[in-house]
């Protein structure tokens, strides 16, 4: 059997392709969609506390922006690479469009360690970044925003980097800014929420039970840990967290409030009052109803799926299922809510706050969380109703709604011949 595959551009790739085929597109439109139409490699340099100079790699890939200007979020992370930052610029890409957003897909990252460097080389990191993409970014050209191991602080720093390069504020550079300068209520809790939303209407659908349904959750950073909060507050018992020093379990639920209180003093989830500690491989095989992913790519794999005994996986984290694990989850029942639907809260919020920025004049959080709410109901039953006409994965039908957006968009701008 050939080796698996873990690089997430061939698998996105990969999916591309198998959607261009299903809708019996023009070959062009894979043509155009298998890479990004711009990706840029820069060095950023930064001025570290000890007064030397270390430069750090950085990128940003522009998938398409054949419906709108290109959107996604900046990765801080020491594995960053082109490739990923090259998935996960066509998953945003895929994401606008099942959504229906006026965007496009973009991504940018820096291989670095954030939990290693103090608040002003981060400062210096974040401005260093965004002045090297300064030439190809812009509110109607490329809107960054948070991902992995970024934050409010942080989209702060590159408003300011962007604003004063630009010689005026330009809030719509950015999204995921804090509130006073721009961001949106609701932005921080939008990826989660959005999330929750889909695991509520998949739990409908199959005839499940939210309260009282046993949750899992990989990964306790932003998204993790609010769609464990978002899910407790709907009455589910969340019986088992992790994070990257290890993992809590109690069978009986834990408040997520205490946890996310217990991480902000430790460090870490581990040693949660009341928990034992937890493998993630036997974290990933807990009997229960939903299961969250909400860490980093390719943890659902072919040596650990048929363990996964969840009846619905939400997957916050962007691209958590290699290609052989989706099929193992498919074949063995198990409802899988893809990436780019599961966690397309965030970059939906992100375009309410940069709508917000462009009128200046701005929402409540109730008004924020009913728009939220409706176009996360509205996508769901669009790749629902696919994943039953066609008879597909989740996954599937999101890419056959997205890719015949893009296409149609493509089509009539003349990109096609
Ligand atoms: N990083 C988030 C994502 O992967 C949000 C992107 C955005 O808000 O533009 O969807």
Not at 18 to 39: C, D, H, N, T, W
Not at 277 to 287: G, Q, T, V, Y
Not at 339 to 360: C, I, K, R
């Amino acid at each position: 059997m050939a080796a698996e595959q873990r690089n997430p551009f061939k698998i996105v790739q990969g999916q591309i392709r198998q959607a261009v085929e299903a809708l019996g597109l023009e070959p062009s439109v894979y043509e155009i969609m298998k890479q990004p139409l711009r990706f840029l490699e820069v060095a950023v340099p930064v001025k570290m506390d000890d007064g030397s100079v270390r430069v750090f790699q950085g990128y940003r890939s522009q998938h398409n922006d054949a419906v709108g200007p290109c959107k996604g979020g900046v990765r801080f992370h020491p594995d960053v690479y082109a490739d990923e930052v090259k998935a996960l610029s066509v998953w945003m890409t895929i994401k606008c469009a099942v959504l229906g957003l006026p965007y496009g897909g973009g991504k940018g990252g820096v291989a670095c360690n954030p939990k290693e460097l103090s608040k002003g080389e981060l400062e210096r990191l974040s401005r260093s970044y965004i002045r090297a993409i300064s030439q190809i970014v812009g509110p109607e050209k490329d809107i960054p925003a948070p991902d992995v191991y970024t934050n409010a602080q942080i989209m702060a720093w590159m408003t300011d980097e962007y604003s004063q390069i630009s010689q005026k504020n330009q809030f719509g550079i950015v999204t995921g800014k804090p509130i006073i300068i721009g961001g949106s209520l609701g932005r921080n809790e939008a990826t989660a929420r959005g999330c929750v939303i889909t695991i509520r209407e998949a739990a409908k659908k199959l005839g499940i039970e939210i309260r009282g349904a046993r949750t899992v959750v990989q990964g306790f950073g932003n998204a993790g840990s609010i769609a464990a909060k978002l899910m407790h507050d709907m009455g589910a018992k969340v019986i088992a967290v992790n994070d990257t020093k290890g993992g809590a379990y109690n069978p009986n639920g834990m408040d997520p409030d205490a946890l996310m209180k217990h991480k902000a003093e430790t460090s870490s989830v581990v040693n949660f009052p009341g928990s034992t500690p937890i493998s993630n491989r036997d974290l990933l095989a807990l009997e229960c109803e939903v299961l969250i992913p909400a860490a980093l790519e390719n943890q659902l794999t072919s040596e650990n799926a048929a363990d996964v005994k969840a009846k619905i996986v939400g997957e916050a984290a962007n691209g958590p299922t290699t290609p052989e694990a989706d099929e193992t989850l498919f074949k063995n029942g198990v409802f899988v809510i893809p990436d780019v639907l599961a966690n397309a809260g965030g970059v939906t919020v992100s375009y309410f706050e940069w709508v917000q920025n462009l009128m200046n004049f701005y929402w409540t959080e109730e008004e924020v969380n009913s728009k939220l709410e409706r176009m996360m109901i509205s996508a769901f039953n669009a790749v629902y109703e696919m994943h039953k006409r066609k008879n597909v994965k989740m996954r599937d039908a999101a890419y056959l709604v997205a890719v015949e957006r893009v296409a149609n968009a493509m089509r009539v701008r003349g990109w096609l011949g």
